[in-house]
């Protein structure tokens, strides 16, 4: 299926850009030349969720892309990516966290991570609850230095996929609720603490009127993906 087309996108970029906030082009199960089309336009955030996928892309693809792994991150495939990966949005043990502080150190780099947050009342997705999210802030606050090549950013989470505006509206709440919270309590006077990861294809808009910073768009952006 195709890409979106220029104006569109340009579109899109215009009114992101209104509401403060950066587009993530998700391109798992996409092209290279896809991913290319959409460079060739002036993207350069792109985000992935295979580890192996993105090992096959990369180094096909320009290296000024900031790459955003945004899917489930198994901790033995952390130095896969550490070389080179921008952000890593789902993080969501200590012992995750740890991993990417190892492997950036081993290659001289400090990771941006996010933790995520389980905002969904399904059971499916990843991600801490808001208890288990302050939790794991305290552990890192007590031991700095064993997490001293990751610098977490903020927060990312995924609203149900309900036709319910409240519903998805309340969730995308909480969540912006909890990144001020713990920006409070653990990151006040930390510039770099500020991104808030939320809003998809479809629920983006909400995403946006409840403080998103960053929306990960894949479908409305590269057409729909096939079924795995
Ligand atoms: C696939 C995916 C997206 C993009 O989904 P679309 O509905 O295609 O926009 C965003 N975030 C995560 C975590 C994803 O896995």
């Known amino acids: 299926m195709a890409i979106i087309g220029n104006e569109k996108y340009q579109e899109l970029c215009v009114y992101l850009q209104q509401k403060g906030a950066a587009l993530i082009a998700v391109s798992k199960l996409k092209s290279v030349a896809d991913i290319r089309a959409l460079y060739d336009r002036g993207q350069r955030d792109f985000g992935e969720n295979y580890v192996q996928e993105l090992l096959e892309k990369q180094p096909l693809l320009p290296k000024d892309i900031r790459w955003h792994f945004i899917g489930h991150l198994q901790r033995n495939k952390v130095k896969l990516i550490a070389p080179f990966v921008s952000v890593i949005h789902g993080v969501d043990s200590l012992r995750?966290?740890?991993?990417?502080?190892?492997?950036?150190?081993?290659?001289?780099?400090?990771?941006?991570?996010?933790?995520?947050?389980?905002?969904?009342?399904?059971?499916?997705?990843?991600?801490?609850?808001?208890?288990?999210?302050?939790?794991?802030?305290?552990?890192?606050?007590?031991?700095?230095?064993?997490?001293?090549?990751?610098?977490?950013?903020?927060?990312?989470?995924?609203?149900?996929?309900?036709?319910?505006?409240?519903?998805?509206?309340?969730?995308?709440?909480?969540?912006?609720?909890?990144?001020?919270?713990?920006?409070?309590?653990?990151?006040?006077?930390?510039?770099?603490?500020?991104?808030?990861?939320?809003?998809?294809?479809?629920?983006?808009?909400?995403?946006?009127?409840?403080?998103?910073?960053?929306?990960?768009?894949?479908?409305?952006?590269?057409?729909?993906?096939?079924?795995?």
């Not at 208890?131 to 001293?148: N, T, W, Y």
């Not at 983006?204 to 960053?214: F, I, K, M, N, R």
Request: net charge negative; charged share 25%; with cysteine.
């Open 96 to 228: 995750l966290l740890a991993e990417i502080s190892a492997q950036a150190a081993k290659v001289g780099r400090t990771i941006d991570c996010l933790i995520q947050v389980h905002i969904a009342d399904e059971e499916t997705k990843f991600g801490l609850d808001e208890k288990e999210a302050i939790e794991l802030m305290e552990h890192v606050a007590a031991r700095p230095d064993a997490f001293g090549h990751v610098r977490i950013r903020g927060l990312m989470g995924m609203a149900s996929f309900s036709e319910d505006a409240n519903k998805v509206r309340a969730e995308f709440a909480a969540l912006r609720a909890l990144y001020h919270v713990i920006g409070q309590a653990y990151f006040l006077g930390k510039p770099y603490y500020d991104m808030l990861s939320m809003g998809m294809s479809g629920d983006y808009e909400l995403a946006l009127e409840e403080g998103s910073t960053h929306v990960r768009i894949g479908s409305l952006l590269f057409g729909e993906r096939p079924s795995q």
